[in-house]
């Protein structure tokens, strides 16, 4: 039963079918299937799965890649209500584009998979300035910031991801909020990261989950 779930659902994620997508959740559902496991078992392995495809430069393309991740996560978010033991969420970022960056695809993409993965998101959308950034991972108890960048200019910017730094380090929140960034130029200069002083990078939205995992333990502790 499971594994014709997981394939009836693949099969509807790479068709970006949101409408077949849900109804094959549904349907294993109402015939016995655990809303603990369609998360674990289904939604999660298949965000891996797109994983390998970025890696191996498939056909998928950009817009595939964020459906999948928003129906990733309008299913975790609906089946998360029906388990039986509501799990912990791990943690929170709050994410958004650096200033003067209006290219918010990428970071939705990511918020999409890092909701799928029990992580809450404040989304603060494009342009965002330092201050806010840090003033709402203040207000949400956030442990990430997350600054996407399109281009190199908003990237290296000294009212981006430097300005997040310097302001944090400023208050004594260096250890108890991490940055993290993303973007088209990390990928072509994977140092960049260090230049703009985040604690870390995220080549693609998988990674991302795994990436920021390891900073909210590391700044909870």
Not at 36 to 48: A, N, R, Y
Not at 90 to 105: E, W
Not at 138 to 167: K, P
Not at 186 to 200: E, F, H, S, T
Request: charged share 25%.
């Amino acid at each position: 039963m499971l594994e014709q779930v997981i394939t009836k659902y693949h099969e509807a994620i790479v068709d970006t079918d949101c409408d077949r997508a849900m109804q094959v959740v549904h349907d294993a559902v109402a015939q016995g299937v655990s809303p603990e496991d369609i998360v674990l078992k289904v939604v999660i392995p298949t965000l891996s799965l797109m994983d390998t495809s970025l890696k191996e430069g498939s056909n998928v393309n950009l817009a595939q890649h964020f459906m999948i991740a928003q129906i990733a996560s309008d299913v975790t978010e609906e089946m998360l209500a029906k388990f039986r033991n509501p799990p912990e969420k791990v943690g929170t970022i709050v994410l958004g584009t650096s200033p003067g960056d209006f290219h918010g695809l990428g970071a939705r993409i990511v918020a999409g998979c890092l909701r799928a993965c029990m992580i809450e998101v404040v989304d603060l959308g494009l342009n965002v300035a330092p201050e806010r950034f840090v003033e709402q991972a203040i207000a949400h108890d956030a442990e990430v910031i997350g600054i996407s960048s399109l281009m190199v200019h908003t990237a290296r910017g000294e009212d981006g991801c430097l300005r997040v730094r310097q302001i944090l380090k400023d208050a004594g929140l260096e250890d108890k909020i991490k940055i993290i960034v993303g973007g088209v130029p990390y990928r072509w200069d994977p140092d960049l990261y260090k230049v703009v002083q985040a604690d870390a990078w995220a080549e693609n939205a998988i990674a991302a989950v795994q990436i920021v995992t390891s900073l909210i333990k590391e700044a909870q502790k």
